[in-house]
Structure formats: structure tokens, C-alpha cells
């Protein structure tokens, strides 16, 4: 490897000192020749510098083929040769890169590590390498671009969703901001145990009381094999951005979870994707290859600047589905005129299915609704927050007399509530 000329700081200070004879030049004309002669030893020493630098290095990138966005992923580079120098790895546009130049040394094999933290799904490519080779003077260095490029895939962080399915407790310390396992009353009997004080006497187990001498009652646990269908809106109203990430984000990661829950209790998880026309569809199984498989559907979803068509996403839907289902619609309900679409085909999902609308509430256009105006265009912003404020408000109440639960969270707790209410469905065995 050739590589391309790179003088150090050691060269310019050197170089700089040089100036100094020249100066003095003005006063004493002999010293011109020592500047002149300084400045070819020290352009000498500089091409000699370079000739001796090392004229390679074998560096090898290991990461996990998957990574989570959002979360700090590590980035190892294994070095082997005899150099001394400064590397900087890259990686495609959007992501957070922390230690991804540093200087090394290296006598034989070594590693470094550095971190990535994507900010979205999807492919990220990484790489180009660029290396500075020092030479034994440290004037010159030899710079090297290695094609070290590979691609990797970015889902949500899936770390969240390898812990116990039923407490995704978030960073707030809030009860209503925690999923909490609730108390079963579903269908299907589980246990017998002994009477205790509050339980409702409609549990009784009149012939187990009487064998057993002592109060019993029947313990139910919710309904397994059930159908839990995701529809996840990816058209205009899920590309906007709350707290520097797309909407559409937020109801990925809610998904994920729903369907980590929905697998870890034994219902069957099927999930679409929609804006004008269906995009990516799962039929609705159970066990983890379907989480798996789920996870594989989102990672690659975007947002388009698309009118969702809630009723071409149903209809396709329950044309390959009979069974009936806990339907959940992870959407933005800002648009009255989007939204009527919604409250039409709810009302022809209900009693047969369970409709579940979980919306994004935007903190920032709450406060807007709420604030005093000083300007005149604070006045007008007021006026548009409050507008969609209402218009929410309006679409929520239409959904829900139309047999639908609807839910509304922050981003940070989208998916706590939305697995929240998917429990507490469960457990009153409403499903």
C-alpha cells in the first residue's frame, strides 16, 4: 500500500521555526542560506520519514450482525502488524459514533473498541478505515484508506424485550407508567387455593370446600391461543418527529413489546403495515420464531407522506383471518377527516372483534394547546394546537362509542401502556 503523504504537527512546529532565520534575514542577509538549508533537511527528513513509515496494516471489524437502535453498540477493530498511528472508522449518515478515531499502537495483534449508536432502523453500512502510519520521526505519516466496509441490520433495541415480558418497566418509577402483572380473571382454571380475606365469593369451590374441610376457591388465569392482530400506521401523521425521533419509532418499539407479551402468553401475534396500501403482513402464530419473524417485518418499515387507508388495511386483513381478534392500531389520531375512515370500520369490526386505537400524544403540541399567547404568532400557534387537540378529543369519543378502547401516551410511554391495556383486556377476559 503506496498511501499518500500526511505531515505531522512535529513537522509544521519544525517548520515554523524556520521562519525565525528568515526573519532575521532582513538584518544579517547570510542567514537566508541557513533558512534555506534547514528548510530542504527538514523536507528530507520528512520524505525519509515517510519511505521508512509502515506501508500496512491488517485490521479486521467485529460487531453483532444485528444491532439496537438507540442503544450504544460496540464496535471492536482487531489490528495485527508493527505501527504506531491514528485511525478513524465511519459509518453511514444519521448514526451517533463515540471513540471512532484514536491513536494505537500495535506490536504484533491488538484490539480497539469504539461505539455506534443508530438512531433508526434499517441497514447501516460501515466503513470506510482511514489510517495514519507513523513514520520513526514522527514528521510524516503514511495515510491509507482501507475498503473495511460491511452492512449490518439495526432493529429497536430487542435488549428491553429479553426481559421478564410482563414488567417492560420504564426509566419512571410511577405505577401507571410500569406494566404490572394484574390479577387473572380470565376463563380457564388454573389452581385451587385456600379462601382468603377480599376474594370474591363467586370464586367458591363449593365441592373442593367440602372434601377439604376449609373455604377454597378456583383461580383462573386469561384465555391462551387467542388472536392478537398489530396494525401499524406508516403513512404521513407517523413521520413527524416527537423529541428527536419519528413517530413511527415509538409504535415500532410498541409493537415489538405487544407482540413479545402477546407470544409469552400463548396468543397467536399477526402484524401489518399500512399507509395508502397494505405493505408488509405476518399472518397471526404463536411461539418465538414468530417473534422473530415480527421483528424481521419491522426493522425495515418508513414512514410515507402517504393518507393511511384504515379500510383497505382491515379488509385485507380479516380476508385472511376468521378468527376473532384483539385488534391494535398504532396510529396518530390528529386528522378528523383521516380518522372518520377508523370510526366507520370499527363500528363494523364490533361486537365479532376488539378494537384497541393507541395514539401518540404529543407533549409539546399539549403545552402549545395550553399556553398563553404573547405574540401574534404564539396566538396563532395556540390556536392550531388547540384545533387538533379537539379534533383528537372528538375522534377518541366517536371510537369509543363505537365499541373501540382507545388509549393516548407520551412517547417514552407508548409501549408500557399500550401492553398495559392489552393485559388488563386479558385478565377481565374482555378478548
Not at 40 to 47: D, G, R, T, V
Not at 311 to 340: M, Y
Not at 366 to 390: K, M
Request: glycine share 8%; net charge positive; aromatic share 6%.
Amino acid at each position: 500500500m503506496a498511501g499518500t503523504p500526511a505531515p505531522t504537527p512535529r513537522f509544521f512546529k519544525l517548520a515554523l521555526l524556520g521562519l525565525l532565520p528568515a526573519v532575521l534575514a532582513v538584518a544579517v542577509p547570510g542567514l537566508g542560506y541557513v533558512t534555506l538549508a534547514f528548510d530542504a533537511a527538514l523536507l528530507a527528513l520528512c520524505a525519509l520519514d515517510f519511505l521508512l513509515s509502515p506501508r500496512g496494516l491488517k485490521v479486521e471489524r467485529e460487531l453483532d450482525p444485528v444491532l439496537s437502535s438507540g442503544a450504544a453498540n460496540r464496535v471492536t477493530l482487531r489490528l495485527e502488524g508493527r505501527a504506531r498511528g491514528e485511525l478513524r472508522d465511519t459509518a453511514g449518515s444519521g448514526p451517533s459514533l463515540e471513540g471512532n478515531a484514536q491513536p494505537f499502537a500495535v506490536d504484533g495483534i491488538t484490539t480497539v473498541s469504539w461505539w455506534v449508536t443508530p438512531r433508526h432502523r434499517g441497514d447501516l453500512s460501515l466503513g470506510p478505515l482511514g489510517v495514519r502510519l507513523h513514520g520513526p520521526l514522527g514528521l510524516c505519516a503514511r495515510q491509507l484508506t482501507l475498503p473495511l466496509t460491511q452492512t449490518v441490520k439495526v432493529y429497536p433495541d430487542l435488549a428491553a424485550l429479553s426481559r421478564e415480558a410482563l414488567v417492560l418497566a420504564t426509566a419512571h418509577a410511577e405505577s401507571s407508567k410500569r406494566v404490572l402483572r394484574r390479577p387473572a380473571e380470565g376463563r380457564e382454571f388454573e389452581s385451587l387455593r385456600e379462601y382468603r380475606r377480599g376474594d370474591d365469593r363467586r370464586t367458591l369451590d363449593w365441592k373442593a370446600t367440602a372434601r377439604r374441610g376449609r373455604p377454597m376457591v378456583r383461580v383462573h388465569q386469561p384465555e391462551q391461543n387467542q388472536t392478537v392482530l398489530l396494525l401499524l400506521d406508516c403513512g404521513r401523521h407517523m413521520a413527524g418527529e416527537i423529541a428527536g425521533r419519528r413517530k413511527l419509532e415509538y409504535a415500532v418499539d410498541a409493537a415489538l413489546r405487544l407482540a413479545k407479551v402477546g407470544v409469552d402468553q400463548g396468543d397467536q401475534v399477526g402484524v401489518m403495515t399500512f399507509a395508502s396500501q397494505v405493505g408488509a403482513w405476518r399472518p397471526p402464530r404463536r411461539g418465538l420464531e414468530q417473534l422473530r419473524a415480527v421483528a424481521d417485518v419491522l426493522y425495515r418499515v418508513e414512514a410515507s407522506f402517504e393518507e393511511s387507508d384504515y379500510g383497505a388495511a382491515l379488509d385485507l386483513a380479516f380476508a385472511r383471518t376468521s378468527r376473532r381478534a384483539l385488534v391494535v392500531v398504532l396510529t396518530d389520531l390528529l386528522d378528523i377527516d383521516t380518522s372518520a375512515a377508523l370510526v366507520k370500520r370499527t363500528l363494523q369490526l364490533v361486537p365479532r372483534h376488539l378494537p384497541l386505537v393507541a395514539s401518540l400524544l404529543d407533549e409539546g403540541l399539549q403545552a402549545a394547546a395550553l399556553a398563553p399567547p404573547h405574540t401574534v404568532d404564539e396566538a396563532y400557534q395556540r390556536q392550531v394546537a388547540a384545533r387538533l387537540e379537539d379534533e383528537y378529543r372528538l375522534t377518541a369519543a366517536r371510537l369509543r362509542d363505537a365499541g373501540a378502547r382507545v388509549i393516548r401516551a407520551a412517547a417514552r410511554d407508548f409501549g408500557p401502556a399500550a401492553v398495559n391495556a392489552y393485559l388488563e383486556l386479558k385478565a377481565r377476559g374482555a378478548l
